[in-house]
């Protein structure tokens, strides 16, 4: 089982790697995706049924939250924007920076100024929550924001105890192995140090096409 934990590629490969990879791999394994989890639920948070979606531009320009959304809670009025820039942002290390004030306060006005409405900010990218703290800090109180992590870990959870036959094949108390497509594995190891708050060690890992 492989949980794609990106936004962009749940948008925009998920659907190609379950209907036609897998099925040419091995139809017994399972790829899941963090944006149907999310959608599932995000209803249950807004009070105002008005949320906002703050994505990468391709899980944006995908539709995919609108999509999923109004599938689970159609009387939701889903508004997005993009913010390419928190992306570069967090993986040069620069979240926690004063520099990185004005790209925040940008796309929450950006996001905001879509209706008065919004009472719920989710964070669609699996980077962004890094920048939580200063999310909060530009945003009145009555808004709150949702990241991911725990809704598609209840919702892996959730999917094991419905699927005992995955549950069952998948082994328990492994260790972590880190692989990258980026030769260079040095930047790679210190920014994902952000993540696990403690020492990461990766390895080149080789796509052949």
Not at 70 to 83: G, L, R, Y
Not at 185 to 198: I, N, R
Request: with cysteine; charged share 20%.
């Amino acid at each position: 089982m492989v949980i794609l934990a990106c936004n962009t590629a749940s948008a925009k490969a998920l659907r190609t790697i379950q209907q036609k990879d897998l099925l040419n791999e091995d139809p017994s394994k399972r790829v899941l995706g963090v944006i149907r989890p999310t959608a599932e639920v995000i209803g249950d948070y807004t009070k105002a049924k008005e949320i906002g979606v703050l994505g990468t531009k391709g899980t944006v320009q995908s539709g995919s939250y609108q999509i999923e959304i109004s599938h689970f809670f159609p009387n939701i009025k889903v508004h997005q924007q993009a913010a390419p820039l928190w992306v570069p942002l967090i993986e040069n290390g620069e979240y926690d920076k004063p520099g990185a004030d004005y790209f925040v306060k940008k796309y929450l006005d950006q996001i905001l100024a879509k209706s008065a409405n919004i009472d719920t900010l989710l964070l669609a990218c699996t980077h962004y929550p890094l920048l939580q703290e200063k999310i909060k800090a530009y945003l009145p109180g009555h808004i709150q924001v949702i990241s991911q992590g725990d809704i598609v870990a209840k919702s892996l959870v959730d999917y094991l105890t419905r699927h005992p036959e995955m549950e069952n094949r998948l082994s328990k108390g492994g260790t972590q192995q880190f692989f990258t497509t980026t030769d260079d594995t040095t930047d790679f190891d210190y920014y994902a140090e952000s993540f696990f708050s403690g020492p990461v060690k990766s390895a080149f890992a080789e796509i052949k096409c």
